[in-house]
């Protein structure tokens, strides 16, 4: 079955970085696009960043351009997410999500940027 593992959130302080990882299992990892999500507290939950299969093609939401960066790892099974520059409206938790057929969710990261 499909299992998507993210891990490397915490707290730091704003202007710091932290990286994201998405370990993914039980389907062909190298054939599929792969996206972050984030969902802050009373909020609904948002785009971040998008992947495509080959690692060639990526896109942000306009709030993280030039901050976050998405890449992945196909001998992995791996996606990841560098965060720099974090600014307290980062605070989330941060999800991987697979769409194959129907949408497939981690258990989400926490991430707190905070002084």
């Known amino acids: 079955q499909v299992q998507l593992v993210e891990s490397g959130g915490g707290l730091v302080q704003p202007g710091g970085s932290l990286r994201l990882s998405c370990a993914a299992s039980?389907?062909?990892?190298?054939?599929?696009?792969m996206s972050w999500y984030r969902q802050a507290p009373g909020k609904e939950r948002e785009l971040v960043a998008v992947i495509s299969s080959s690692g060639g093609t990526t896109n942000y939401a306009d709030s993280v351009k030039g901050r976050f960066t998405i890449s992945r790892d196909n001998a992995k099974n791996t996606v990841y997410l560098q965060m720099n520059s974090l600014k307290p409206e980062d605070t989330a938790v941060y999800y991987c999500r697979l769409r194959l057929f129907r949408d497939y969710w981690g258990q989400g990261t926490q991430v707190t940027v905070s002084s």
């Open positions: 039980g389907f062909i990892f190298r054939l599929n696009d």
